[in-house]
């Protein structure tokens, strides 16, 4: 079964900073990684997924098979970006568009 | 506007008594889903449906109970089997099961026990 493990409940930085979300994952087949992200009093929202292999509002995420991970970075943390992180899998072959959650990470981005 | 919209945003249940979450959506997609979101642990799910009239459980389906008898509203009940329900609950959508499309999410329902 696939399980995703975000290491840190909270995770708290000064406005410039760098921040890297750990997100780590098992499962045995060709995984589908995304990041959703939860601002405050919004809806949880898809942030990327690495099969864009885009840059969202700064932040990136390489998929690294030989770690199993999907680390979440951004250079320079701004405060907007404080919010709650959840890191999400997709497995192929199942019955479609199940995702898997991790636990989440709070970011706080202080001034 | 199109989107999901999840009613009441605050919920009261008293003990022995089943309560239902409200999910509709707009948005045309063949497959809805249940979650529910307690801190530090993520989202888990409680059901799905592919198709109107069909749903399948997730990975914590006691105690709960859906329909599908429209393709635009997948009720949740949380019934008085749930023993400990208190939680936020989330549900989603996406264009179909085979999709892999994002899921869009509603703004939830924040579950309490009286």
């Known amino acids: 079964a696939q399980r995703v493990t975000q290491p840190e409940k909270l995770l708290s930085v000064f406005k410039g900073a760098p921040v890297e979300l750990k997100c780590n994952y098992s499962y045995s087949g060709s995984p589908e990684l995304f990041w959703y992200v939860q601002y405050s009093r919004q809806r949880l929202q898809l942030l990327l997924r690495h099969i864009s292999r885009e840059s969202i509002k700064g932040f990136t995420a390489d998929l690294n098979k030989g770690e199993t991970s999907f680390h979440l970075k951004k250079p320079f943390a701004q405060e907007e970006d404080s919010a709650m992180y959840y890191c999400?899998?997709?497995?192929?072959?199942?019955?479609?568009?199940?995702?898997?959650f991790g636990g989440g990470t709070r970011l706080m981005v202080k001034p | 506007d199109g989107g999901i919209t999840q009613s009441p945003k605050y919920l009261f249940r008293k003990e022995g008594q089943n309560v239902t979450l409200s999910c509709e959506q707009n948005?045309?997609?063949?497959?809805m889903y249940w979650y529910r979101q307690d801190p530090g642990q993520g989202l888990r799910l409680i059901y799905y449906s592919q198709i109107v009239n069909d749903f399948q459980k997730g990975d914590i389906a006691e105690g709960y109970s859906v329909s599908r008898e429209k393709k635009e509203s997948f009720p949740l009940t949380v019934t008085s089997a749930q023993k400990n329900p208190t939680a936020f609950y989330l549900c989603?959508?996406?264009?179909?099961?085979?999709?892999?499309?994002?899921?869009?999410f509603g703004d939830g329902t924040r579950l309490s026990i009286l």
């Open positions: 999400a899998l997709r497995s192929d072959g199942n019955a479609g568009n199940m995702l898997t």
């Open positions: 989603a959508s996406s264009i179909n099961i085979q999709s892999n499309q994002p899921q869009h």
């Open positions: 948005l045309n997609h063949d497959a």
